[in-house]
């Protein structure tokens, strides 16, 4: 099983950036998805589900700011993300929280 993450990288506060994460080797469908972050010195935190059904959830701190979505013909779980901050700054994880798997992260860094 992999996970795989993309779409990082620097952005100005009040930008928006789109993070992917394709997974492989295993039936993408019939799991829950998230993304988490992990910024400098803090523990990491979860900012986004998604069921197996299309239900969301989010972290109080992104609701209103942050889309998660899934494509399940592509194996693809997204993350839109808009009016970013400063405070967005983070790597950010993808995760499958059905089964416990990880990506590497992706490095998101909002610039003021």
């Known amino acids: 099983v992999q996970l795989v993450e993309s779409g990082g990288g620097l952005v100005q506060a009040g930008g928006s950036l789109r993070l992917s994460c394709a997974a492989s080797?295993?039936?993408?469908?019939?799991?829950?998805m998230g993304w988490h972050r992990q910024a400098p010195g803090k523990q990491r935190e979860l900012v986004a589900l998604?069921?197996?059904?299309?239900?969301?959830n989010y972290a109080s701190s992104v609701k209103g700011r942050f889309t998660i979505s899934r494509d399940n013909a592509k194996n693809t779980v997204y993350l839109q993300m808009n009016s970013l901050k400063p405070e967005d700054t983070a790597v950010y994880y993808c995760?499958?929280?059905?089964?416990?798997?990880w990506g590497k992260g992706t490095l998101v860094t909002v610039s003021s």
């Open positions: 998604i069921t197996s059904g299309g239900d969301t």
């Open positions: 995760n499958d929280i059905s089964d416990d798997y």
């Open positions: 080797g295993r039936i993408f469908s019939i799991n829950h």
